[in-house]
């Protein structure tokens, strides 16, 4: 009688490997720099583009935990909010008396429980959907913002503040290391613990989860506090590099997180996507708006070209399906 072997895993693919998404990206970043070097003398500037990542990777912090969100089918429209909550709170403590050390803690803290009542209301109102919940905190925490310092700025931090937003450990920006680390920790945790892979399961089928022992509620509560944690993270690179704040900062910041998170190709419809491409979108976004600004592009047309390659990343994968689905029938 002939055995039957059933394979707990598929068999290494050196095609389906180099077929990810992962390394359209690459192509593409490639090809970004091309472009932007033959376009602009000043491009290619060593000192240009390590300080360059000054001015993108602070909303970088939120784009690590909304992969997860994301994955989970889920969304959070308030990050933005939460930033500008956040920020405007510890300026206000600070130029109130309050030591910057405490004003930092609080700021930390607020991101946090702002995060939390969105994971709160979320599991608590499942009738709503996260965009709709996420609205309403969006319109309330920045409401709270403009309360607390109305149309104002507040500033005149300490000195070392700065060096969060600006300073360098040797001749790396600090911001860097720190988001280096982080995107190390939020990798790890995505596809290397049982966690991560809970994450995935109810994104993929959030009922058969349920029904198979995943507290989704408790995880969901969890990924949205650290949203609210990283936007809170986001908040300090943020205010350290003004060097004041306003109720009006980060004020789009959740459509460009999401953008980079769905060009790194993230399903939008759950279960599916890599950290991995989620950080190579980062930087393929933020080099893109560098060399196009060198050459005074308005900010218009590089809207239009992030659209285009939005509208690309969702094409693909559609693509490869169809093409796989003829290639069964032919």
Not at 190 to 209: D, E, I, P, Q, W
Request: some cysteine.
């Amino acid at each position: 009688m002939e055995k039957r072997v059933i394979e707990g895993s598929k068999a290494f693919s050196w095609k389906t490997f180099f077929l990810q998404w992962e390394w359209m990206l690459v192509l593409i970043f490639i090809l970004v720099n091309i472009i932007n070097a033959n376009l602009s003398p000043y491009y290619l500037s060593g000192d240009s583009l390590r300080d360059a990542t000054m001015t993108f990777l602070d909303k970088a912090f939120i784009v690590l935990p909304m992969v997860f969100i994301i994955i989970l089918g889920d969304i959070d429209i308030s990050v933005g909010s939460i930033v500008a909550l956040s920020s405007v709170i510890m300026a206000d403590l600070y130029t109130k008396g309050v030591p910057m050390e405490i004003a930092v803690v609080i700021c930390l803290a607020t991101g946090t429980l702002c995060g939390y009542i969105n994971g709160l209301l979320i599991t608590r109102f499942k009738e709503l959907s996260a965009v709709i919940v996420t609205l309403a905190t969006m319109i309330i925490y920045r409401g709270i913002a403009y309360v607390i310092l109305e149309d104002q700025a507040a500033g005149k931090f300490p000195e070392w503040f700065s060096y969060l937003g600006w300073g360098y450990a040797g001749s790396i920006p600090f911001i860097f290391i720190v988001f280096v680390i982080c995107a190390i920790i939020f990798g790890l945790l995505l596809h290397k613990t049982t966690f991560g892979r809970r994450v995935y399961a109810m994104g993929s089928n959030l009922t058969a989860s349920q029904f198979s022992g995943i507290q989704v509620d408790k995880i969901k509560i969890i990924v949205f506090t650290l949203a609210g944690l990283m936007a809170a993270v986001t908040a300090l690179f943020l205010t350290s590099r003004m060097g004041s704040t306003r109720p009006n900062v980060a004020t789009g910041y959740e459509l460009d997180v999401i953008a980079m998170v769905v060009l790194g190709g993230v399903s939008t419809a759950g279960g599916k996507g890599k950290m991995i491409g989620a950080i190579l979108a980062i930087f393929l976004i933020g080099f893109l708006r560098y060399g196009l600004g060198l050459i005074n592009v308005p900010a218009q047309v590089l809207l239009i070209i992030i659209g285009l390659l939005l509208i690309f990343a969702v094409m693909v994968p559609n693509l490869k399906g169809k093409l796989g689905k003829l290639r069964k029938t032919s």
